[in-house]
């Protein structure tokens, strides 16, 4: 876009700043304000020109996008190509435009709603695992068997290298857990106290130590002690561990309370995604690349500082490559959700906000205190309040769109994020 202001709107703009700063101004020589005109614009004039044009560009820009109803994307990138006295002002402005589109009708979506429940195997399994966190270990004088901590004295060697600087000595390995390397943990199973060892194993090509990568790796391991795993009883000392107040079945009840707690917050993401997956879909435009280039900052900043405190682990052009297509997600989602807010004239419900920061501070020991935090930082209270107007999007189209139940079980539900790669959706 050519923008041009003419020479007389500039030169009238300085004359003003120019007689304002007369007042002003201190001059070896004369009293404050008793400069003369001639001596003010010859010390000042250029500078105080290039403050006007400055601000004009700015001005006029926006003048300029508001005639033509445009909606810029981003900062523009502006070439002068007159600003001399004289000449009037005129500058090239080089950006992008907001995409102009209508979303498709949330009549034609297809979503999904995940259920699920917590069931009685759900709850064993639990509490299995709360059981597994306050296990103990005793010693046993029989062979290491699958869950058993082995106590070793040992060496690894590459060639004539040592691995270990020596002889690491009481090192402890879970048989079943995460091994040294590959193969060395059935080594030990069956061996007594006492055993000596001596074996080679091939490590695998792919091994995250590219040192050892497809060598084969010489170890001597000496058996020094076997512990087997013990698991608590389910009585009023292991529900008093987790400060409980009651019996077990109140453990159990607040056990259930918490899982279905997790349930529910975990098939709001889940349906959450899928409606935005269907919603992005049905809606294809040009994305602009500013705001692309801008969302794929943000999202590499954490990489960026690592970069800078010389972590030689971070390959950015990688990263990158990466994110790119997290970063068009966020944005065609963003430029989506933006126009379905102003067609459905949504607003932030309030009460709702309020609700979700109290859900959210059940977690934490003090949840007073968590509200608190909230509400005591408007940039912390506006993270919830975009929340929650995403989540009334997202409720607006489920109300519209064919809406399919699909279930789901507890362990599939709350499985790690990592287990089947999936990004930040929104």
């Not at 700043?17 to 250029?46: I, M, N, Q, T």
Request: net charge negative.
């Amino acid at each position: 876009m050519t923008v041009n202001v003419p020479e007389e709107k500039i030169r009238e703009k300085v004359e003003s700043r120019l007689k304002s700063l007369a007042r002003e101004v201190r001059l070896d020589g004369f009293r404050p304000g008793k400069a003369p005109a001639g001596l003010v614009r010859k010390r000042f004039g250029a500078q105080v020109r290039e403050e006007v044009l400055s601000e004009m560009i700015q001005s006029s820009f926006h003048q300029a996008v508001n005639d033509e109803n445009l909606r810029p994307a981003g900062m523009p990138r502006i070439t002068a190509t007159a600003i001399g006295e004289g000449e009037g002002l005129s500058y090239i402005a080089d950006f992008e435009v907001l995409p102009d589109f209508e979303p498709s009708p949330l009549e034609n979506l297809q979503c999904p709603r995940f259920v699920c429940e917590v069931t009685e195997g759900d709850l064993e399994a639990m509490v299995q695992r709360l059981r597994e966190q306050r296990r103990s270990r005793r010693a046993v004088e029989r062979p290491a068997a699958l869950n058993d901590e082995v106590v070793i004295h040992f060496e690894g060697k590459l060639g004539e290298e040592s691995l270990t600087d020596g002889r690491l000595e009481n090192f402890r390995v879970v048989l079943g857990g995460r091994p040294l390397v590959p193969g060395f943990e059935e080594k030990l199973i069956g061996a007594e106290v006492g055993s000596r060892l001596a074996f080679e194993l091939d490590v695998p090509a792919d091994y995250g130590n590219e040192k050892l990568a497809g060598k084969t790796v010489a170890f001597d391991v000496e058996v020094v002690g076997i512990n087997e795993s013990v698991l608590p009883e389910v009585d009023a000392d292991f529900v008093k561990t987790f400060g409980v107040d009651g019996d077990v079945e109140a453990f159990r009840a607040d056990v259930r309370a918490n899982m279905e707690r997790e349930m529910r917050r975990a098939l709001k993401a889940r349906t959450k995604s899928a409606v935005l997956d269907a919603l992005l879909a049905a809606n294809s435009f040009t994305l602009p690349e500013v705001l692309v280039a801008d969302e794929l900052n943000e999202l590499l900043q954490p990489y960026h500082k690592a970069a800078e405190q010389g972590n030689p682990g971070v390959e950015l052009e990688a990263l990158k490559e990466r994110y790119t297509p997290l970063a068009k997600r966020r944005v065609a989602l963003g430029l989506i959700l933006s126009k379905l807010i102003d067609e459905n004239k949504l607003s932030v419900d309030r009460k709702r906000v309020r609700s979700t920061i109290e859900e959210q501070a059940q977690s934490y020991e003090n949840p007073e205190q968590v509200v608190n935090w909230y509400y005591s930082d408007k940039n912390n209270l506006r993270e919830i309040e975009n929340l929650v107007l995403e989540d009334q999007v997202v409720d607006l189209i489920l109300s519209k769109a064919a809406v399919t139940e699909q279930r789901v079980d507890f362990a599939t539900l709350m499985a790690p994020a990592g287990a089947t790669e999936q990004q930040p959706q929104s």
